[in-house]
Each structure stands twice: as C-alpha cells, then as structure tokens.
C-alpha cells in the first residue's frame, strides 16, 4: 500500500488534537505501555487519531500495541484498523519477497549491497510490534559498480533509460526505478542534499552483519552510520511524518550501546552536524528522547539551533495557513527555503542553495537533490 508524501507537511501548529495525541502516545512507546494506556482512555475521537496516525506511517504499530494492552477500541475503529493491518502485512511480505530477489540478483553479480529503510529496517526495529509503512524498496550499491548493478535488476524487470540514468549520476544520489511494482530506488551513493555528498563506499565497508527472520545473511548499515541517514533523510524531508523520528527512537532502543562519539566524528567528518542535531531537538521534543547529543552543544551551536527551530515553525505555520495571496505565497517559499538552508553546515553551502533556489525557480525547474 504505497504512500507519497510532501517535502513538508502540517505537523506543527496546526489544531489538530489527534496529532497531538499521537505525538504523547508515541512517545510513551516502546517502553511505557502502561502510560500509553492511560492516555488513551483520554481519547474522543478514534477515527481522526487513526488518520494521523496513518499519515504519519505508524497506524499498525500503534493500534497493535494499543491492542495488547487492553485497550476497548469502537467496533467500527477495530474492524478499520483490522482492515489496513491486512492490507499493510500483505504489502510488507510483496516487498520483503521482492528484497529478497533483489539482493539475490545483485549477490549472483558480485555486488556488494545494503538495503535501506524499508521492511527489513520495520523487522529490525519493529520486530513483532507491527509493520513499518514502506512505499518502496531502497539499496545503496558502490557507485563504480552502478551499470552492472542496474544490469543485475534488469533481469526482475526494473529498467531506466540512458537519459534518466545520466542525469542520476550527476545530480542526484539514487535512480528511481519505478516501472514496475514495488519500485526500487537504487542509491550510489548513500545521502546528497545540505550542500555534501556521503558517498556509499565509506558506509559500505562499515556495514555489520544481519541474519533476517527467513535466515538469510545480509549487510545493514552500522548503528550510527544508520542513525546519521536516518537524521539527514528526514530532515531533507522536513520532518514530514513522525515514524522517521520514531526510526530513530527504536535504533536506540534497539541499541543501548549506541557509540555517540563516533557519531560525532562522523557527523562531523561528513559536515551534516546541523541536520543531526535538529532531528535530535525534535526527536526530544516530539518523543520525549533526551541525547547526549544535545546536552553538549556550544553556545555557538545552541544559538543556531534556536535559529534552525524558529525558521522551521514559521515555515510549518505558513504551510498551514492559506496561501491564495502572492505575499503569503512568498512567505511560505522564502520561509521554507531559508529554513532548509539553515540545516547547510557551512556558509557559502547556504548561500550556493538559496541563490540555485532563485534560479531555478525563474526557470520552472526544481532543484536536483545535488544542488539542495
């Protein structure tokens, strides 16, 4: 049951009380369960909570922990929710069978590969909680090895053509490959946006071993390599659903001897500071998780996380309000715009964005994710 979703989205500001809901109840999760349920008995309006928490991809995961504990949903909320569980398991074992296949063929090729996000991260951190909403399959390859990685695929019927695949390699960090279903992102390199390129060889030769619950021996990404994506991938998506934030949340949970310093280092090394310490704010501030991360910033970084903060509430409450008017139109992009260059580590990476925004907006054309 595949998902698209906005570079942003009305998550903030925005009146309405099953987000907010969700938000408290998330937060309560893994670990305080009894919580979770005491709060729920303060909910009126089931339906509107089952909505946000569909757009926010976390629908089965919280309404299976809400069953467990006893919760008396309404009779028509249950049978919904039973309904969408079927779908979203039925969709979650197309995509794992296709993963399956995929790395099959890229493993016949000699391909070293690590898949990203999808049902096997839901398996590692969900486990038997729920599902995670997963729209389509995401693999990170080297970026010498992309023809014949593009060649191995062709033979489950993902094809590109020579034009796409070219402005691909020079602009952006994945090929989409979506002429059949599910669709395959295959990145070569691993993130590219905030002015940097994290390329995928690094990542790769750090990847740890997994064995998947059909007993299959894979790659994933280390710890903090994945919670370095993870942070970055989000906020290139300004934070648009809570289950990327809760990602991040059950990667610790998962991993209580997350090794914060090497995050540091590597955070530091790649120049994505800024975006990993956002998402590490407002992982604080919308699932109660405190990291040592935060606790020391220098009062440099503190201010212009501050900054980071008050750019991104002004572009959520402009996204929320009406923008029929050019001026609020101008307000919302310059708003918007000024917030994702905030996220930039380094000044003339900030300035570079906002002056190609400019340009290719006079030109009707978007940004490539290279250029952002």
């Known amino acids: 049951?595949?998902?698209?979703?906005?570079?942003?989205?009305?998550?903030?500001?925005?009146?309405?009380?099953?987000?907010?809901?969700?938000?408290?109840?998330?937060?309560?999760?893994?670990?305080?369960e009894a919580a979770m349920s005491d709060l729920a008995a303060e909910v009126t309006d089931w339906a509107a909570l089952l909505t946000s928490?569909?757009?926010?991809?976390?629908?089965?995961?919280?309404?299976?922990?809400?069953?467990?504990?006893?919760?008396?949903?309404?009779?028509?909320?249950?049978?919904?929710?039973?309904?969408?569980?079927?779908?979203?398991?039925?969709?979650?074992?197309?995509?794992?069978?296709?993963?399956?296949?995929?790395?099959?063929?890229?493993?016949?090729?000699?391909?070293?590969?690590v898949p990203l996000k999808g049902p096997l991260l839901g398996e590692r951190l969900y486990g038997a909680d729920g599902f995670r909403s997963s729209s389509d399959l995401d693999v990170l390859v080297p970026y010498q090895q992309v023809h014949p990685a593009l060649a191995a695929v062709a033979a489950l019927g993902y094809q590109t053509d020579a034009a796409t695949l070219e402005k691909a390699l020079a602009g952006d960090h994945n090929i989409a490959l979506d002429n059949i279903s599910p669709p395959l992102e295959l990145h070569f390199h691993l993130f590219r946006r905030f002015g940097v390129t994290l390329q995928a060889e690094d990542f790769l030769a750090r990847a740890v071993p997994y064995r998947t619950q059909r007993g299959r021996l894979i790659q994933v990404l280390a710890p903090e390599d994945e919670f370095l994506f993870l942070c970055v991938h989000a906020a290139a998506h300004s934070f648009a659903r809570l289950a990327w934030l809760f990602d991040l949340k059950l990667l610790l949970h998962r991993?209580?001897?997350?090794?914060?310093?090497?995050?540091?280092?590597?955070?530091h090394d790649w120049q994505v500071t800024t975006a990993v310490?956002?998402?590490?704010?407002?992982?604080?501030?919308?699932?109660?998780?405190?990291?040592?991360?935060?606790a020391c910033l220098t009062p440099g970084r503190r201010r212009w996380l501050h900054f980071n903060q008050r750019l991104f509430d002004q572009a959520m409450r402009r996204y929320n309000r009406p923008r029929r008017s050019l001026g609020a139109k101008l307000g919302f992009f310059l708003a918007a715009h000024l917030y994702q260059s905030s996220l930039h580590d380094r000044w003339p990476s900030r300035l570079r964005f906002?002056?190609?925004?400019?340009?290719r907006t006079l030109q009707r054309r978007q940004l490539a994710p290279g250029e952002a």
């Not at 501030?285 to 935060?294: A, C, G, I, Y």
């Open 1 to 32: 049951m595949p998902t698209r979703y906005p570079d942003i989205m009305p998550h903030r500001d925005n009146g309405v009380v099953a987000e907010r809901q969700l938000e408290c109840l998330m937060a309560c999760l893994p670990e305080q």
């Open 53 to 113: 928490a569909q757009q926010h991809g976390l629908e089965d995961y919280l309404f299976r922990r809400l069953t467990r504990t006893g919760v008396l949903l309404p009779d028509v909320i249950r049978e919904h929710v039973r309904l969408l569980q079927a779908h979203k398991a039925a969709w979650t074992l197309q995509l794992t069978a296709q993963m399956d296949r995929i790395l099959d063929a890229l493993q016949s090729a000699g391909i070293a590969a």
């Open 255 to 267: 991993h209580p001897a997350f090794d914060w310093e090497t995050l540091c280092r590597r955070m």
């Open 277 to 294: 310490i956002f998402a590490c704010e407002l992982l604080r501030q919308r699932l109660r998780v405190e990291t040592p991360l935060l």
């Open 354 to 359: 906002l002056g190609l925004t400019v340009l």
